[in-house]
């Protein structure tokens, strides 16, 4: 049944485009070329699934080629769209009803979720992550491959070996202490501990934050464990009130700042050797629909959290 293959397409679209609003659109349109059929085409397609997913990677690939322009003229750093723990995913968005989330719409969130692996696919061309993506973490075929690129099973094969050297050239994230460093993190920038905050990010750490000109923040990755806690501390003293979460993000620990019941910035952080190696924060607050703020503090507390100015 066509409509048991959404949470799949699903999947995939989320991760040829790092957007969730853009990946239900890719997915939409594919079940609408579908429906579109005449009846007697539909009933000699052998394999629905595979027509959908052909279709849906199609699609991707004509958005990911646009993108790329549009990313150029994008105001600051461009991150992909993060995603809330499977039990809110969907709740905060204006297109899902408020209420318990639909297993067919949830996200399967692993490492080829994570921001960092997420950043890593922004640096291939289409084609390498439309192989990669669907040979390397769906385990299509490369004849099947073919279908979506329009190109021999040869040409994909070595499209998916190009983007691996990629992605194998970014180290791999490391879970093991990631929460302890993400707590402890939190408390240092809610107490404004600057020593702190140097001692739990790695010297060569980099902040990178997407506010998409619609938020404010830096225009510029922050580079340094040493500039990264006094930039921290600084929107900690301009932006009073704000509480700081700790929050599943794209299935890791992350953070969650809060303002007046509504989601404004979303953090998430690689560790490396017990430090903090990367930030990515996310205020453009189109990419922060699928996040609500219900009332619960699962291990967070109030605090200061990413503010709303940066320089």
Known sequence: MVAGERR????????????????????QEAYARWYALPPA??????????WLTTVTGRV????????????????????????????????????????????????????SVSM?????????????????????????????????????P?????????????????????????????????????NKDIAALVALLDPAAVMTADGGGLAG???????GGADIARYMVG?????????????????APGLVAVREGSVVTVASFDVADGRVSRIWVVRNPEKLRSWTEDGREPSGGTGPGPGPQGP
Not at 8 to 27: K, Q
Not at 235 to 251: F, T
């Open 217 to 223: 923040a830096a225009l510029r990755p922050v580079e």
């Open 116 to 152: 960092a692996f997420l950043v890593v696919l922004e640096s291939m061309t289409p084609a390498e992550r439309v192989a990669f993506v669907l040979h390397d973490v769906f385990r299509y075929p490369f004849a099947e491959i073919a279908g979506v690129l329009d190109r021999s």
């Open 60 to 111: 991707c690939l004509d958005v990911l080629g646009s993108a790329r322009a549009r990313r150029e003229r994008y105001v600051g750093a461009w991150l992909p769209e993060p995603l809330p723990d499977r039990a809110e995913w969907g709740r905060g968005r204006g297109t899902v009803p408020v209420g318990p989330p639909d297993p067919a719409d949830q996200m399967v969130l692993d490492e």
């Open 41 to 50: 085409r539909r009933g000699e397609v052998l394999s629905p699934g595979a």
């Open 154 to 190: 040869a040409a994909c094969k070595q499209l998916a070996s190009s983007a691996r050297r990629r992605a194998g050239a970014a180290p791999a994230p490391a879970a093991a202490g990631r929460t302890g460093a993400v707590r402890r993190v939190r408390e240092a920038w809610e």
């Open 235 to 251: 929107i900690a003293d301009r932006a009073p009130g704000l509480r700081l979460l700790e929050r599943s993000v794209n299935g």
């Open 8 to 27: 799949r397409l699903l999947n995939v679209a989320y991760r040829l485009l790092g957007s969730l609003a853009e990946a239900e659109d890719a997915v």
